[in-house]
Nanobody, 117 residues
Framework: QVQLVESGGGLVQAGGSLRLSCAAS????????MGWYRQARGKLRELVAS???????NYADSVKGRFTISRDNAKNTVYLQMNSLKPEDTDVYYC???????????WGQGTQVTVSS
């Protein structure tokens, strides 16, 4: 069973920055892709950014140029640097990892990001 521990959410003014971290533990298998999703109440969870083990990244159009995803494979940790934050970025952000050997997705507990105008 994979455990994910997220940190770094909080309250910030528009234009500010936050950095989210998610550390994975509990698996002996290689973690393939890692990513961040977000979900507002009553809405579907949507992809914010993802990164493969080799470093290939993918971003939602709404965050391109403002957010940067990175990972430390040795630490099984993924980061999301969020700059130029906007009120519409306010959501609960969820870490996701995929373990290809197990064919399983795992989710973090979610961290609240609130951007005030």
């Amino acid at each position: 069973q994979v455990q994910l521990v997220e940190s770094g959410g909080g309250l910030v003014q528009a234009g500010g920055s936050l950095r989210l971290s998610c550390a994975a533990s509990g698996t002996i298998f290689t973690i393939s892709s890692m990513g961040w999703y977000r979900q507002a109440r009553g809405k579907l969870r949507e992809l914010v950014a993802s990164i493969t083990r080799g470093g290939t990244t993918n971003y939602a159009d709404s965050v391109k140029g403002r957010f940067t995803i990175s990972r430390d494979n040795a630490k099984n940790t993924v980061y999301l640097q969020m700059n130029s934050l906007k009120p519409e970025d306010t959501d609960v952000y969820y870490c996701n990892v995929y373990v290809q050997r197990l064919g399983m997705d795992y989710w973090g507990q979610g961290t609240q990001v609130t951007v005030s105008s």
